[in-house]
């Protein structure tokens, strides 16, 4: 399997380290550059041509939605991944206009980048889930019209696409509906296929639409 070839661009030591050790266990990833600085990941991006750049979102010398905007034009087959502390849903439509496929949350690395690397590299955008719950369902691209609203989903197809937003697993869904793990795939799939949702994050924005992750009064 060939691996995803990455380049990271932060101007914090500890974060570098962080993420380059995240990415040093994952079989399926190799690290081709890294930078602490705008100027130097541009070039580094653009001379090393990763599948994808992680980029901080503050940087000293440019911001990274400028550098985002500058790979995009320079380095057009590079995928961006912004990786910031900003949690305010209002930095994000600017982020994905920059040209940026993935939004994650430094907080959530640890356990979301690999997950997001995975979704940008095949050709979905990410959203991390904790903005996505406060973001429109239409912020990034909306369903397509194909599939948007022309499937009505059954009872079942519902409970699950429900969990799923919810933050359940498979195994947990199965459970708690008493069906099996391959059932939950099924519908899970069949439902994602009807409202044209491709990633955890569209489902997570679909379902934020649908109030389902509002706690009842």
Known sequence: MTPIRISLVDDHPVVLAGIRALLQVAPEVELVGEANTAAAGLKIICECSPDIAVIDLSLPDMS??????KVSKHCPEVKIVVLTVHEDRAYVHPVFEAGARGYLLKRS???ELLRAIRIVKQG???LDPAIAEKTSVTVLHPPSAAGADDGKLSRREEDVLRLVAQGLSNKQIAGQLGVSIKSVETYKARASEKKGLRSRA???RFG???GWLIAPN
């Open 64 to 69: 990274g939605m400028e550098l985002a905007r």
């Open 202 to 204: 569209d489902i997570v």
């Open 124 to 126: 979905d955008t990410y």
């Open 109 to 111: 690395a640890g356990d």
């Open 208 to 210: 934020v639409s649908h």
